[in-house]
């Protein structure tokens, strides 16, 4: 069994047999509070014999992913078992329905958006990403029909995750996909006080 967690948007989190079937999946839209829910959440769907967990890797807000990733990496410590990073944009991807070339949309906040392109499956039934991850500005022209995804299944995530390692491809490397900076900067120097 496959459990997958992603925070890039809400919480999601999911398990999935060996057959790619749901056997367990839990979700809570709040694009805040992950802290809060993830916990309740894993503790809800957690089942003894899962082998692997995925990991969400983004496209999505700094502080939100790494709780996701941070989870995800403690939940498999914890079992010592592997952690499978994939990027977030694929489970939406392999649920959209949609041949041919298409755009995946999720908002990026602050008027922007987070789009990738993908073009069908490939040979490993895994989405086939044509266009890197990028932000635009919200309203910008795409000329792709666009998917665009308010939330996201933690089970298709997982079952991406499942098809990367039968294949035994790796999706995404270790750190997330941010698309800017965090908003946090380091302090600079203390002003000087006279006297």
Excluded: C, N, W
Excluded at 101 to 111: E, G, I, K, M, Y
Excluded at 116 to 141: H, N, Y
Aim: hydrophobic share 50%; proline share 7%.
């Amino acid at each position: 069994m496959i459990l997958a967690v992603d925070t890039s948007l809400g919480t999601a989190v999911a398990v999935i047999d060996a057959d790619g079937r749901t056997v367990a999946e839990a979700s809570t839209p709040d694009p805040l509070g992950h802290a809060e829910v993830i916990g309740d959440l894993l503790a809800q769907i957690a089942r003894p014999g899962i082998t692997h967990v995925v990991a969400g890797m983004g496209p999505g807000p700094f502080t939100g992913l790494r709780i996701g990733i941070a989870a995800a990496r403690t939940f498999a410590l914890g079992r010592g078992i592997p952690v499978v990073a994939v990027p977030s944009h694929y489970a939406i991807a392999l649920d959209a329905g949609v041949t041919g070339q298409f755009a995946v949309v999720t908002d990026a906040r602050r008027r922007e958006i987070a789009v990738s392109v993908f073009d069908g499956r490939d040979a490993d039934g895994i989405p086939q990403l044509r266009i890197p991850t990028r932000l635009e500005k919200r309203g910008s022209e795409i000329a792709e029909p666009v998917v665009e995804a308010l939330e996201l299944s933690a089970a298709a995530l997982a079952r991406v995750g499942a098809r990367a390692i039968a294949a035994g491809r790796v999706l995404a490397d270790a750190e997330p996909l941010y698309l800017r900076s965090p908003d946090v900067v380091q302090p600079g120097a203390p002003k000087r006080v006279s006297a």
